[in-house]
């Protein structure tokens, strides 16, 4: 298993304290060429976004192909929710490509998929590199579903999509905010009234 060293630095400060000292060439620019506080404000946010997007493109790189062999056990689930054996399933011959939106964008990478049989036209069943970050099946990230959710709890449909794409100067996906409004209606609920009581 691989180690994730670097979880340990992001969640020291001084880390990021670095990283402003590195941008202060940047302020000291800024504030030579006279920038209003609106205009700087809008330049660095553009910037983080385009940094945390190269940053999460290397993270996902860095997390190898998901092969965990050519053929690999699964385990196989009773119709009464037991599991009862293992069975055989079967790496796609080549990675798959996958796309993945986060909060900083639409990024892609490739990592094998292991199906029910060797036939490409048989289901996936397992996604190595999902499963180690934590990802679904679908193609949005679990901090970009929340944000959605956030957006839709407190605005009407069209004004949420509007104002999520503003703030994050990302164009999501509409499919994304059709299933926030009736695939996630449970988890929204909940998380909907958890923020009140906050």
């Known amino acids: 298993m691989m180690s994730m060293t ?59 192909d998901g092969d965990v062999g050519e053929t690999a056990a699964h385990p196989d689930d009773s119709s009464n929710g037991q599991t009862t054996e293992s069975r055989k399933i079967h790496r796609s011959p080549d990675p798959a490509a996958r796309k993945l939106r986060t909060v900083f964008g639409e990024h892609k990478f490739s ?35 929340e944000y959605s959710m956030l957006f839709y709890c407190e605005q009407a449909f069209h004004g949420a ?22 695939g996630w209606a449970p988890q929204r609920t909940s998380f909907c009234t958890n923020l009140r009581l906050l």
């Open 111 to 145: 990592a094998y998929v292991y199906r029910e049989g060797d036939d490409r036209r048989s289901p996936i069943v397992r996604r190595p590199v999902d499963e180690r970050l934590g990802i679904s099946g679908d193609r949005y990230s679990p901090v970009l579903q």
């Open 161 to 182: 999509v509007d104002s999520f794409n503003v703030c994050l100067a990302i164009a999501s996906p509409r499919i994304l905010w059709r299933r926030s409004a009736s």
């Open 6 to 64: 670097i979880g340990d630095e992001l969640g020291k400060s001084d880390v990021f304290v670095k990283f402003a000292v590195m941008l202060s060439p940047l302020i000291e620019e800024a504030v030579r060429q006279g920038i209003t506080m609106n205009e700087f404000e809008r330049r660095l946010f553009g910037g983080l976004l385009c940094t945390g997007k190269q940053v999460i493109d290397q993270f996902l790189i860095a997390q190898g």
